[in-house]
């Protein structure tokens, strides 16, 4: 059984920083397979759930939104279930709450993904 849990969230001021972490269990973390490969999404209410970033299963490649680049970094630690995201110079309007996923059923930047988590809230203050 897939399971996703999501930390890391919270309240930070405007321009500052914040990691979010995603614990992933029940994942082929350790095949090259395409439902190992994971991605963060955000969503604010009234809103399509919208993507933010992405990893391959071993790390090699990454994508991210436009106009998230530069600010926002993923990583994973497969050793550790784990995959991060590094938030900086963070805007007002990066509040949200922010999905992790797994098992891209479609392109990377979809929101097809076979398996979400709860989602952490992140509110970003002046």
């Known amino acids: 059984q897939v399971r996703l849990v999501e930390s890391g969230g919270g309240l930070v001021q405007a321009g500052g920083s914040l990691r979010l972490s995603c614990a992933a269990s029940?994942?082929?973390?350790?095949?090259?397979?395409?439902?190992?490969?994971m991605g963060w999404f955000r969503q604010t209410p009234g809103k399509e759930r919208e993507f933010v970033a992405f990893i391959t299963w071993n790390g090699a490649i990454t994508y991210y939104a436009d106009s998230l680049k530069g600010r926002f970094t993923i990583s994973r630690d497969n050793a550790n279930n784990t995959v991060w995201l590094q938030m900086s110079g963070l805007k007002l309007e990066d509040t949200a709450v922010y999905y992790c996923?797994?098992?891209?059923?479609?392109?990377?930047?979809?929101?097809?993904?076979?398996?979400w988590g709860q989602g952490t809230p992140v509110t970003v203050t002046s």
């Open positions: 996923a797994a098992d891209p059923r479609s392109h990377y930047y979809k929101v097809e993904y076979g398996y």
């Open positions: 029940g994942l082929p973390s350790r095949s090259a397979s395409r439902s190992a490969s």
